[in-house]
């Protein structure tokens, strides 16, 4: 069985309810964090996950609000980690991962000389294992494989989505995407697709040019439920909502996504968990 919880299922514009784009799965074992946006180490606490639990972190892109709290991830889980020579974290991301990853560090470069110096047990700075890709199969250990293929959110590329599978069960997750054939063929027959969705119906109506242009390179709920459909995936789950969605308005997304979907669909709250068993 692998086991989805949904982090954080805001957006870019702050949200009191809702954390930046994140998304936890737990696989036999193994905890993969895909995307680490706003408020990331904040909802996983709820559940009793800390940054020394992870067993790699997964980026989907570059965007700043699946990234925002990579700092936070890089740092806290260097702290956090007593035993001695802690192992690296492996970071899978698009090229440019390596970038960002090493700029997140420079930024924190006084707080890791601080504590260098103050710490004896602390020798050496956080640890970290990046690769870059945009296709092929990228992790296989532990009775955990994972292939990643290209997505398409232009300008901004390259981008990726995941596929976990584990025990018979296969989750995707697709990241920000208008469809596009590789998801089509990465999403073939999983039992989860992990879709993050944008009510163009609501953008579209909105006075600011910049915030209408969001509309051309996510999907829509309907274009998402449409990919799910394609590429015959059991359970559509939904996140990364734009905008959030308002209490008591699940139900009609559930609808919009529905038209075009007959599979269990599944959205929510941060928090939400989804538990995804293998076809039998
Ligand atoms: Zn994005
Ligand atoms: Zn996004």
Not at 106 to 129: C, K, N, S
Not at 170 to 180: E, F, K, R
Request: aromatic share 4%; glycine share 10%; hydrophobic share 40%.
């Amino acid at each position: 069985m692998i086991e989805i919880t949904l982090l954080g299922t805001g957006s870019p514009i702050p949200d009191p309810n809702r954390a930046g784009p994140s998304t936890l799965v737990r696989a036999d074992g193994q905890l993969f964090l895909v995307d680490c946006g706003r408020g990331v180490l904040q909802r996983a606490a709820a559940i009793d996950v800390g940054a020394n639990g992870l067993t790699a972190l997964l980026l989907t892109h570059l965007h700043s609000d699946h990234i925002a709290d990579l700092g936070d991830v890089l740092i806290t889980r260097w702290v956090t980690t007593f035993g001695p020579d802690p192992a690296a974290l492996p970071i899978i991301g698009p090229p440019g991962t390596s970038d960002v990853v090493e700029a997140t560090l420079t930024a924190f470069g006084h707080d890791i000389g601080y504590r260098l110096a103050h710490h004896a047990d602390l020798t050496a700075p956080p640890a970290v294992e990046v690769g870059e890709h945009t296709e092929g199969v990228v992790w296989d250990r532990g009775g955990v494989a994972i292939r990643v293929a290209p997505t398409d959110h232009r300008p901004v590329a390259p981008t990726i989505g995941f596929r976990i599978e584990s025990g018979g069960a296969a989750v995707v997750l697709a990241g920000d995407t208008v469809p596009c054939d590789s998801l089509d063929e990465l999403a073939r027959d999983a039992d989860a697709l992990v879709h993050t969705v944008l009510r163009k119906d609501i953008v579209e109506l909105l006075p600011q040019q910049r915030i209408k242009d969001i509309c051309d390179y996510h999907s829509s709920v309907q274009e998402a439920a449409a990919t799910a459909t394609r590429a015959g995936v059991r359970t559509l789950i939904l996140t990364h909502y734009v905008p959030g969605i308002a209490p008591g308005q699940e139900e009609q997304w559930r609808a919009l996504a529905a038209a075009e979907f007959d599979g269990r669909i599944e959205l929510g709250d941060d928090l939400h968990r989804v538990e995804i068993a293998p076809r039998s």
